[in-house]
């Protein structure tokens, strides 16, 4: 069965400095890879994929997430982060391109940046 | 842009009762899917359609049904509900006839609270 795992509950960084968000993933094939991003009362904004191609993939809002198959690891990352970014991290899997998979989520992380 | 559009936002209804939650997709959006987050939970998914049939089907109750009509919008219909059907249901839409995997976009969903 293929699975999400976010091994942290919250992530607190302070503005300006790198931060990583991390995810690894179990799906039997090829894996689908989103981040989504979710502040309160709203709903999960699309950041970014990994489908196929090179590992380092460049998303929404200055956010990339690196594909690792050999640790099946897709772990987000900011350059710099900044006190907006503070909101509710999912990381998703979809194990086929059929139209209408569900996307399988991880349990979340809370990222917190502080000024 | 045109994003996926819920309504109601907020639906307070007793045990027992019914209610039908609506969805309207993206334009030109063939698949949408229907998705529960319980209070600090991740998103489960529950039903999808593409092309107003029933695509992949997850955690759904027997109480619960939904489908997909001619102009692509949805209803979730809820019957008999719980206490523990309070929760923040949230409709997603995509491209279902794509060749690589399109990203899910979420609706702002709908907070059902049963007294």
């Known amino acids: 069965a293929q699975s999400v795992a976010q091994p942290e509950d919250q992530v607190n960084v302070a503005e300006g400095n790198p931060l990583t968000v991390k995810c690894t993933y179990s799906?039997?094939?090829?894996?689908?890879l989103f981040w989504y991003v979710q502040y309160p009362n709203r709903g999960l904004q699309f950041l970014l994929k990994?489908?196929?191609?090179?590992?380092l993939v460049k998303g929404s809002y200055g956010f990339e997430a690196e594909f690792n198959k050999s640790q099946t690891s897709f772990h987000l990352k900011k350059p710099s982060a900044l006190v907006s970014d503070s909101a509710l991290y999912f990381c998703?899997?979809?194990?086929?391109?059929?139209?209408?998979?569900?996307?399988?989520f991880g349990k979340g992380t809370t990222l917190s940046v502080s000024s | 842009a045109a994003g996926v559009i819920q309504s109601p936002r907020h639906l307070i209804k007793e045990k027992r009762e019914t209610a039908t939650l609506k969805c309207y997709p993206i334009?030109?959006?063939?698949?949408v899917y229907w998705y529960q987050q319980g209070p600090g939970q991740d998103p489960q998914f529950l039903i999808s359609?593409?092309?107003?049939?029933?695509?992949d089907k997850g955690s759904i109750p027997d109480r619960f049904s939904a489908q997909q009509f001619s102009d692509y919008h949805s209803e979730l219909n809820m019957s008999s509900l719980e206490l523990g059907d309070s929760a923040l249901y949230f409709c997603?839409?995509?491209?279902?006839?794509?060749?690589?995997?399109?990203?899910?976009?979420f609706g702002d969903g709908t907070r059902l609270s049963i007294l």
């Open positions: 997603a839409s995509s491209l279902g006839h794509s060749s690589l995997a399109q990203p899910q976009h």
């Open positions: 799906v039997s094939g090829n894996p689908y």
């Open positions: 990994y489908i196929t191609g090179d590992n």
């Open positions: 998703a899997v979809r194990a086929t391109n059929q139209a209408g998979t569900a996307l399988i």
């Open positions: 334009p030109r959006h063939d698949t």
């Open positions: 359609f593409y092309e107003k049939m029933q695509s």
